[in-house]
């Protein structure tokens, strides 16, 4: 009876294990996808050692909530495992300190916000996804934005068929159509390459890092960075990154980036 006992209860313990991985694997590709179904509390620390003397803290908050709908809130899905609607805001506060103690850009306060309207579509290799975009100049003091309102296509692509494997791409493209005379058109491109890699127990790494090109200035920000992490249950997960700016305004910067992701699958 010891024997059957031992035995049943080793084989409970490994199920619980199993279980246990599955939902750590699960919540690692959940929160590496930017299309995943499933609503996302993200907050992103950084702090910026600037090439030109200074430094900069940041922190990215994102509310990521995943519809049954297409595009509106009222216009449902009739397949919703296939297609579904990502909304997307993001909201950034900045602090930053550079080498001129009279620099204007010595400062402390909130950037533009940015709203993403994703429409998704599921097929058996991955994912796609396009819809609009809206930068809205809520910066305050102004020099931590354009003073612009911006908006244009947004579009994603992830291949997800390989376990453990997603590749794509992300791209934001904006056109100033509003604001301030006083302040600079706006016509510029946020392009993010996807190549993220899923390990066992919940292990990620993402090579993903977030360009800038700005057409109306023919400036070029292109970041090299890697980041790891861990999802530590279904619903938290947690990376880090560091960043170094190759070529363009930023040329020099080094960044470190943590990640917080909090996650409430549907």
Do not use: C, H
């Amino acid at each position: 009876m010891k024997i059957l006992l031992t035995i049943i209860s080793i084989f409970l313990i490994n199920i619980q294990l199993f279980t246990q991985k599955n939902e750590d694997d699960n919540a690692a590709s959940n929160s590496t996808n930017p299309l995943a179904f499933v609503t996302k509390l993200q907050f992103q620390p950084n702090y910026t050692f600037k090439d030109g003397g200074g430094d900069q803290i940041s922190i990215v908050s994102r509310i990521i909530q995943p519809t049954g709908s297409i595009g509106l809130p009222f216009i449902k899905s009739k397949n919703p495992g296939k297609i579904y609607t990502i909304y997307r805001l993001e909201v950034p506060l900045i602090s930053q300190t550079i080498s001129d103690s009279q620099s204007v850009f010595n400062a402390t306060g909130i950037s533009d916000l940015i709203f993403l309207d994703v429409i998704a579509f599921k097929y058996n290799w991955g994912l796609f996804g396009i819809g609009p975009a809206l930068t809205i100049p809520s910066a305050s003091p102004e020099v931590f934005g354009s003073g612009k309102w911006s908006a244009g296509p947004v579009a994603v692509l992830l291949y997800t068929k390989v376990k453990g494997l997603q590749i794509g791409a992300l791209a934001q493209q904006f056109f100033s159509f509003a604001g301030s005379e006083s302040r600079k058109k706006q016509n510029f491109m946020i392009f993010q390459p996807i190549f993220n890699l899923i390990f066992s127990k919940g292990y990620f790494m993402q090579l993903s890092p977030i360009m800038k090109f700005d057409w109306e200035n023919s400036e070029y920000n292109i970041p090299l960075s890697i980041s790891l992490g861990k999802a530590f249950a279904k619903n938290l997960s947690m990376s880090i990154a560091p960043e170094y700016v190759v070529s363009g305004p930023g040329k020099g910067d080094f960044t470190i980036r943590l990640n917080i992701n909090a996650m409430f699958a549907k």
